[in-house]
């Protein structure tokens, strides 16, 4: 994932990559989940008001509604504070498994 470009005030993203947007409050359990699926991919936090984590990953073209407080983000994220959690590495998962672990914890 070297092609993540994190500048002054926003996170560029590749054109296969979303970031899916989390309330903060479920970041850690999202990822706990995730580990039991394989290796994590690059996490981010934007602080503000309201803390969220953006969980990126590999774009899937399955048809899919996000739950409620879940949102995608695509080709430029916002991210005038942002910090990694979970700096970029190899693993990028599908935006399926993500999927998948937020309705494991919050069904």
Known sequence: MANLSLDSD????????VAVD???SWGGEVSHQLTFAGPLGPI???PG???RW???ARWDTRPHTPPPDVRYWR??????TAHWVVRP?????????IRCAIRTVRP
């Open 75 to 80: 080709d430029r994220v916002p991210a005038p």
């Open 44 to 46: 981010l936090a934007l």
């Open 10 to 17: 926003e996170l560029l993203l590749p054109r296969d990559v």
């Open 22 to 24: 989390v309330p903060a």
């Open 54 to 56: 953006l969980f990126l």
């Open 49 to 51: 008001r309201r803390t």
């Open 89 to 97: 590495g190899d693993a990028l998962p599908l935006v399926s498994v």
